[in-house]
């Protein structure tokens, strides 16, 4: 059965303090990967997408990394911002030519205090 | 539109009740999704349709959800018979094209509480 799992559930730290979300799936076949930011009471938007080929992508202070032979992607967010807190939720698309196959994670809620 | 839009943001209901959630996609993407989220939980997929056909309906959980989207613009979600189970966020999203490539735009969902 295809899973993303996330990993911490939840996470705590300070304002300006670093710190890297995980995500492990067993997705197959594999077409891309998308973290997204969920801050409370809004919808998903997307920070970054990684495909198959791509090792790791920088969007600001968010930091993707993509390891396809163990499965495994991080987020590492930099310097962190109380705006920051959120949840965050990987998304692995499954390479199908028909047929919805996005795979959610449960998400990690991280909160940044000052 | 400039987003995804969602109404009503907010519905309280009583059990048994029929709902009606709406979604107006970004204008000009083809393909339109419905999510369920529970609290603490990712977004559930629920049907996705590409322009005006439901391309897959696999996640509906039961003949009480229906949806349509008779233009392949607008889309309602409806629930009849509603349940205390079926309380949750209800997310709509859009993306271009017919591939499964693309980035999905959500909108704010629907907060559905059935009493």
């Known amino acids: 059965k295809n899973q993303v799992e996330q990993s911490p559930q939840s996470l705590i730290i300070l304002e300006g303090k670093n710190c890297t979300l995980q995500?492990?799936?067993?997705?197959?076949?594999?077409?891309?990967l998308r973290w997204y930011k969920q801050d409370t009471g809004r919808g998903p938007v997307s920070l970054t997408i990684m495909t198959f080929s791509e090792n790791t992508k920088s969007n600001g202070r968010y930091t993707a990394t993509l390891d396809a032979d163990t499965k495994q992607s991080s987020l590492h967010i930099t310097a962190s911002q109380l705006s920051d807190s959120a949840s965050y939720i990987c998304?692995?698309?499954?390479?199908?030519?028909?047929?919805?196959?996005?795979?959610f994670g449960a998400g990690t809620i991280l909160r940044v205090k000052s | 539109g400039a987003g995804v839009s969602q109404t009503p943001s907010n519905k309280v209901t009583e059990k048994g009740k029929y709902v009606e959630l709406r979604c107006d996609p970004i204008s000009g993407h083809t393909a339109l999704y419905w999510y369920r989220q529970s609290l603490g939980q990712g977004p559930e997929f629920l049907i996705y349709f590409q322009g005006t056909g439901a391309a897959d309906d696999s996640g509906l959980p039961n003949d009480r959800f229906f949806a349509v989207r008779p233009e392949g613009s607008v889309s309602t979600l409806k629930i009849q018979r509603t349940e205390r189970g079926d309380s949750a966020v209800y997310l709509c999203?859009?993306?271009?094209?017919?591939?499964?490539?693309?980035?999905?735009?959500f909108g704010e969902g629907s907060r559905l509480t059935v009493l």
């Open positions: 999203a859009s993306s271009r094209g017919t591939k499964y490539t693309g980035e999905l735009f």
């Open positions: 998304v692995v698309r499954e390479d199908m030519e028909y047929g919805n196959k996005l795979v």
């Open positions: 995500c492990n799936y067993t997705v197959s076949p594999f077409s891309n």
